[in-house]
């Protein structure tokens, strides 16, 4: 069962799950739990909470990209990140050889240039994000112009280096979970409870593996800020994208999360 609870700003949404997780463990002990939360600072916020009412064993508290490098160990398939100064140096050596071979004229006066390598590393993120492969973004732009033309040279020749050094970047690790979890159909099965907390967007990767695992998972429980009385609200339209995301890719509706849960 996968459920999609709606309160405005301050009502109780996290204190909501972590009252759902103690009730699921107090009937199942040590049935695995799994949390999402948007980033590092809230796992830890969260881990904290929970500890503070009573703590819970066999909660695993993740951001995305830890869930994914865990679904990548239980698969069988750990792989290393990538990380950021890597990255960096990664994609300073790729635009020497492109400049070098004259494959790159348009942004070979920035070669040198910090923000220019910064910004083919937010580039590329975003095109991962959105799960655009090298080749569709080649093929996409061919004949638009030099510019990304040759943005289209350094994403293919970048992705070609993790692929053949066996790395990933966090975007790319999120790739390789949701395919593990596309073969491996017995992956995630064990979870008693999912439980989804604070965010206000979500990406094409992480709605992929969030319902590969909604699917699996015994109850799912998703909490977004919203109103159901009054969907138009101003405050709440930048949470409306996140709310048609996740009602499109699990075939759910939204429920009001129950006022007696609120704080």
Known sequence: MTRLLLAPAGH???QFVIEQIR???????LSPVIVI???SIQAAGFRQRLCAAGGALGVDVHTFHTLYAEILTRAGQPIPLLTDPVRI???RDIVDVLCERGAMSHFAALRDKPGFIALLRNTIEELKRARITPDLFADSVKGLGARLEEI???YSAYQDWLQKQNWADNEGRGWLAAIALESNLTLGTDTRLLAVSGFDEFNPTQLAVLSLLAN???ETLITLTGDIQNPNRSAHHRFHRAQQAIISSLNIQPEAMESSSML
């Open 89 to 91: 140096r990664l994609l």
């Open 23 to 29: 009730a699921t463990l107090a009937s199942k002990p």
């Open 216 to 218: 699996r998972a015994k």
């Open 152 to 154: 289209a040279r350094v």
């Open 12 to 14: 109780g949404k996290t």
């Open 37 to 39: 939360v948007p980033n």
